[in-house]
């Protein structure tokens, strides 16, 4: 190499280069499973709201404000791909695939972040306008709770006329999931009309499309505009179910399959809130409007932390607020920005597993909020 440029670019690295603007910067994930390892090692149980304040200062109450829903011209859609491409670069768009994580560091179903385009866009069957959906999965439950009914808030909430007889594009639907029939019901009821890939060609023209951002982005943050979806989902979930109120509500995974996380001894704490006259509730046992009902009237919630807690986003913000008893190791990030946005109270019991003599803590836990030992 030329010595004289290898002087001069030296020269001009150590005359340039500037120190980092955030030399100190924290992964705010990372922050918070060290955050939440010291209240395990405590082994006590914690007030929630105390909890819940350890995640302030890393991630903000509000993730988005305001979502928009954003319109692209000229853009093709490929089955499989979890997002549109730009009509004339081939470029996947921003906002048409749903990512996690602070700064969209996953991108869970792109497949593709550009295409090559071997002929004009135009070329291509096309739908001169259509709303893209880039999540509708709900194979797991928690995850269409929450990133599904992200992107649903303008059905939910705004109910645009531009929205009335559009095509819908499915990012990821499967015809067999049970979920996507409330999906169906929610686009019909706006004269929305779903189209599944089967009956689509191997390449779409849409001449306009409608992609809404999302209200929620797992692991980066939720939104009040998230709630208020929930809140809507729940009422039109609910229509004429009605619950009788219910004291005490024990959340149960004691019922679910083997695949799942299951809790050792909890059946032996169950059998001891039942004497003490708790109702011991397996959720995935009850229709979607059931489980609405009896969240909704339920004075004290316990359990273990999983999927199920996810429908307390059906309770409206004016509602009357449950008291929480959450127990678990590790509760999800997610969860604990939820129950942070809708100020929760309650305790937290940090344990790996369940026993019996767990109940009586609980019963001291709603009885006198000030007691934790």
Not at 9 to 26: F, G, N
Not at 37 to 42: D, G, Q, S, T
Not at 225 to 243: N, P, T, Y
Request: glycine fraction near 6%; aromatic fraction near 8%.
């Amino acid at each position: 190499m030329n010595e004289q440029l290898r002087a001069d670019s030296k020269l001009a690295a150590a005359s340039w280069l500037r120190d980092p603007l955030q030399p100190d910067a924290v992964d705010p994930l990372a922050e918070w499973f060290r955050l939440h390892a010291e209240v395990a090692a405590v082994a006590k149980p914690i007030p929630l709201p105390q909890l819940l304040g350890k995640l302030d200062g890393l991630y903000p109450d509000e993730w988005v404000a305001e979502p928009q829903l954003l319109e692209f011209r000229d853009v093709l859609w490929l089955p499989g791909c979890g997002c549109l491409f730009h009509g004339g670069n081939g470029r996947a768009l921003p906002w048409s695939a749903f990512s996690r994580f602070p700064r969209q560091r996953q991108l869970p179903q792109q497949t593709r972040h550009r295409i090559e385009l071997s002929r004009p866009v135009q070329s291509f069957q096309r739908l001169e306008r259509a709303l893209w959906l880039p999540r509708v999965d709900g194979s797991v439950f928690g995850e269409w709770l929450t990133e599904v009914v992200a992107f649903l808030w303008p059905f939910l909430l705004t109910s645009p006329q531009e929205l009335t007889g559009l095509p819908v594009l499915l990012g990821d639907a499967d015809p067999e999931d049970p979920l996507l029939a409330e999906l169906h019901r929610l686009m019909r009821d706006q004269h929305a009309v779903p189209l599944l890939n089967e009956h689509l060609p191997p390449a779409l023209h849409l001449q306009t499309v409608l992609v809404p951002q999302p209200s929620l982005r797992l692991h980066a943050g939720t939104s009040a505009v998230w709630w208020r979806s929930a809140v809507a989902l729940g009422d039109r979930l609910l229509a004429d179910v009605e619950a009788e109120p219910v004291e005490k509500l024990y959340l149960s995974r004691s019922a679910l399959p083997d695949d799942k996380r299951l809790i050792t001894g909890e059946v032996e704490l169950e059998q001891a809130l039942e004497a003490s006259g708790w109702t011991i509730w397996h959720p995935q046992q009850h229709p979607l409007q059931v489980q609405v009902a009896a969240l909704r009237a339920a004075r004290v919630i316990a359990g273990f932390h999983g999927a199920a807690w996810h429908g307390l986003g059906w309770i409206d913000a004016d509602a009357p607020k449950p008291w929480l008893v959450l127990l678990g190791d590790r509760p999800s990030l997610d969860l604990m920005l939820q129950l942070r946005l809708q100020r929760f109270e309650g305790w937290f019991v940090p344990c790996e597993a369940a026993t019996a003599d767990q109940a009586q803590l609980l019963e001291r836990l709603i009885s006198d909020p000030a007691a934790s030992d």
